[in-house]
Every structure is written in structure tokens, then in C-alpha cells.
């Protein structure tokens, strides 16, 4: 693993242009890792060349904004995709247009891709893998405060401000390091968690309405019409699934949000392992926290079953 993590550095020396990716619905990790890396590699290298790619997110965009390039950049390029676990799953189909293609991931490897892959589930995000890289190999690179507030952002997002089981000891290590950079961390715990006010009347309407098994399996149905009715994107529908986790009784906790050709399912639970289920239904994740993807409303109550029969 060592040496792999050498190779890394080494490669992120040697190219002057490298181009960051991440996956596609991006959240304050993907966005983290990748805006975070950008910026330390700008401010340790001036004189390379570094691009972050993807769709923007609105509410996000306190994280950073996105480039805008030509094809012709890619052309002898490094490219490095943070934070995702698939190939389909990768934000810009150019991935694959650069000279050398790296993975940087926390997600378990259920997809191999890349011409250097660094895999690690242990960690709670591909933030704090980013930041523990570079603090093992310190040479050549410079935190400053914009690259800390990305990188802690990305970490607070996956954690669940810190209440996750994902956060252990090397986290806080990663966290009370990063906050020695004056960022401001509260600022980024506002914008995190501050909900628009359809937001909020939608994430009561689901305190009102969810339904839960005998197994103590809950779950929401969000539909098209649902999400015009409230004037709400799926990603800050999608966002409130864990209105769900504060109820005593649910063990499991899952969403089903409707998309043109998909409905998409994000599963959380407080302590029973989801993600065999997750791989089940098209999809997968950690432990505790997973994502399934099934194409009709019947499906519903095949992931319903599969997640009952994992409750004790």
C-alpha cells in the first residue's frame, strides 16, 4: 500500500496539467476531495495546470465551482477520479482521455478501474484519505486554508457531523489538523445543515407519513410529483433521509426517489450492516450507509423483504 501511495505522489509530481474527477449527484465528499485537492496542488505547484470537472451543485457551491474545458486538455494529462466506486458512476465520460488514470476511493472495490488505484475502505471519506496522503508524504506539498475548508467539509458531510460510526480516531486526527487553518469550520456547518423552508416542510411531511415494518425497517417514497409539489430538487429531497434515523424504533431507514428512468434508493441504518442488500438491487456502499438503484415502483417491496431479512 505504501508503495502504491508513492506512486500516486510521485505521478502528481510529474504532470504539469491533471484533471480532478468525481461521481456524478456529487455530495460534500466528492466535492471536497476533489475542489480540496485542486487547491492544494495549486498552491504547492503554481505552475501546474489543475481542473475540477463535473456537473455543479447549487447548494453546494460554497465548496467551489467547477471548470469549464476544452478536450485538447486531456492530451498528456493526469486524471484522478475521487470518491467513486464505478465506472458509470463517474462525472464527465472524458475520464478516460488523459495519459495516466488514477482512483482515489473509500467506497469497498466492487469495480476495479484505473491505471493506479488506491482503495481503502477504513477511511470515512476520500477527504480525510487526501489529507492523510499528504501528511505522510509532506514533501512538495502546502495545505493553506482554502484546501482545509474543502477537505473538512468533505469529512463533515460523510460523518454526519462526526456521528457516524465512519469516524474514528485517525478522523479527529485529520479534523483537529485541518482546523489549525483559520476556515471558519461553523460557517461550513451552517451551510451544511440550513434547509430551505420546502426543505422543511417536506422533511415534516415525512416525519407524518413514513411507513416501517415490524422488523423496524422504515422507508419514504418521494415521486415526481412529490418533488413539484414542494419545489424541490432530488438532491435536497434525497438529503433529508436521515429525518428518519431519530425515530426509536427504526433499525434501517431508506428513501426511494424517482428519476426519469430509475428509482434510486439510499439506505442508511444505525448498526445493521445494509450493504449486501445495496449490491442486490444494482448498487452498494459501506456498511452502514448504501445506494441501489431499481426501475419500477413494484421493486419496492423486493428491497423492503431483503432489508427485513437482515434485521435481527
Same mark, same amino acid.
Request: with cysteine; net charge neutral; charged share 25%.
Given at each position: 500500500?505504501?508503495? #502504491?501511495?508513492?506512486?500516486?505522489?510521485?505521478?502528481?509530481?510529474?504532470?504539469?496539467?491533471?484533471?480532478?474527477?468525481?461521481?456524478?449527484?456529487?455530495?460534500?465528499?466528492?466535492?471536497?476531495?476533489?475542489?480540496?485537492?485542486?487547491?492544494?496542488?495549486?498552491?504547492?505547484?503554481?505552475?501546474?495546470?489543475?481542473?475540477?470537472?463535473?456537473?455543479?451543485?447549487?447548494?453546494?457551491?460554497?465548496?467551489?465551482?467547477?471548470?469549464?474545458?476544452?478536450?485538447? #486538455?486531456?492530451?498528456?494529462?493526469?486524471?484522478?477520479?475521487?470518491?467513486?466506486?464505478?465506472?458509470?458512476?463517474?462525472?464527465?465520460?472524458?475520464?478516460?482521455?488523459?495519459?495516466?488514470?488514477?482512483k482515489i476511493d473509500h467506497h469497498p472495490?466492487?469495480?476495479?478501474?484505473?491505471?493506479?488505484?488506491?482503495?481503502?475502505?477504513?477511511?470515512?471519506?476520500?477527504?480525510?484519505? &487526501?489529507?492523510?496522503?499528504?501528511?505522510?508524504?509532506?514533501?512538495?506539498?502546502?495545505?493553506?486554508?482554502?484546501?482545509?475548508?474543502?477537505?473538512?467539509?468533505?469529512?463533515?458531510?460523510?460523518?454526519?457531523?462526526?456521528?457516524?460510526?465512519?469516524?474514528?480516531?485517525?478522523?479527529?486526527?485529520?479534523?483537529?489538523?485541518?482546523?489549525?487553518?483559520?476556515?471558519?469550520?461553523?460557517?461550513?456547518?451552517?451551510?451544511?445543515?440550513?434547509?430551505?423552508?420546502?426543505?422543511?416542510?417536506?422533511?415534516?411531511?415525512?416525519?407524518?407519513?413514513?411507513?416501517?415494518?415490524? #422488523?423496524?425497517?422504515?422507508?419514504?417514497?418521494?415521486?415526481?410529483?412529490?418533488?413539484?409539489?414542494?419545489?424541490?430538487?432530488?438532491?435536497?429531497?434525497?438529503? &433529508?433521509?436521515?429525518?428518519?434515523?431519530?425515530?426509536?424504533?427504526? #433499525?434501517?431507514?431508506?428513501?426511494?426517489?424517482?428519476?426519469?428512468?430509475?428509482?434510486?434508493?439510499?439506505?442508511?441504518?444505525?448498526?445493521?450492516?445494509?450493504?449486501?442488500?445495496?449490491?442486490?438491487?444494482?448498487?452498494?456502499?459501506?456498511?452502514?450507509?448504501?445506494?441501489?438503484?431499481?426501475?419500477?415502483?413494484?421493486?419496492?417491496?423486493?428491497?423492503?423483504?431483503?432489508?427485513?431479512?437482515?434485521?435481527?
Amino acid at each position: 500500500m505504501v508503495n #502504491k501511495k508513492k506512486e500516486i505522489i510521485e505521478a502528481i509530481k510529474k504532470y504539469p496539467t491533471i484533471i480532478i474527477h468525481r461521481h456524478v449527484n456529487p455530495d460534500p465528499d466528492a466535492l471536497g476531495s476533489q475542489i480540496g485537492l485542486q487547491r492544494l496542488l495549486k498552491h504547492s505547484y503554481p505552475a501546474k495546470e489543475v481542473f475540477v470537472v463535473g456537473e455543479e451543485v447549487e447548494r453546494l457551491l460554497f465548496i467551489g465551482e467547477m471548470d469549464v474545458i476544452t478536450d485538447k #486538455k486531456y492530451k498528456g494529462a493526469l486524471v484522478i477520479v475521487c470518491d467513486t466506486a464505478n465506472l458509470s458512476r463517474i462525472s464527465d465520460s472524458h475520464y478516460d482521455h488523459g495519459d495516466l488514470l488514477i482512483k482515489i476511493d473509500h467506497h469497498p472495490e466492487y469495480e476495479q478501474f484505473g491505471d493506479l488505484s488506491w482503495v481503502d475502505p477504513s477511511y470515512s471519506s476520500a477527504s480525510e484519505m &487526501l489529507v492523510d496522503l499528504f501528511l505522510q508524504f509532506p514533501e512538495g506539498f502546502i495545505m493553506n486554508k482554502e484546501a482545509a475548508k474543502s477537505f473538512y467539509a468533505g469529512i463533515l458531510g460523510d460523518t454526519g457531523n462526526f456521528m457516524n460510526g465512519n469516524t474514528t480516531p485517525r478522523t479527529l486526527k485529520m479534523v483537529s489538523y485541518l482546523r489549525t487553518y483559520n476556515f471558519q469550520p461553523e460557517r461550513i456547518h451552517n451551510w451544511l445543515n440550513i434547509k430551505s423552508k420546502n426543505s422543511s416542510r417536506l422533511q415534516k411531511d415525512i416525519l407524518m407519513s413514513f411507513k416501517v415494518t415490524d #422488523k423496524g425497517v422504515a422507508y419514504f417514497i418521494i415521486t415526481e410529483d412529490l418533488l413539484n409539489m414542494y419545489g424541490l430538487d432530488r438532491i435536497e429531497a434525497s438529503n &433529508l433521509v436521515n429525518t428518519l434515523s431519530s425515530v426509536r424504533g427504526n #433499525k434501517i431507514w431508506a428513501f426511494f426517489i424517482e428519476y426519469p428512468s430509475e428509482i434510486r434508493v439510499r439506505i442508511r441504518s444505525r448498526s445493521i450492516p445494509i450493504a449486501s442488500v445495496a449490491r442486490q438491487f444494482n448498487g452498494g456502499g459501506h456498511s452502514l450507509a448504501s445506494g441501489a438503484t431499481i426501475h419500477s415502483w413494484e421493486e419496492v417491496d423486493h428491497v423492503i423483504q431483503a432489508l427485513d431479512r437482515v434485521c435481527p
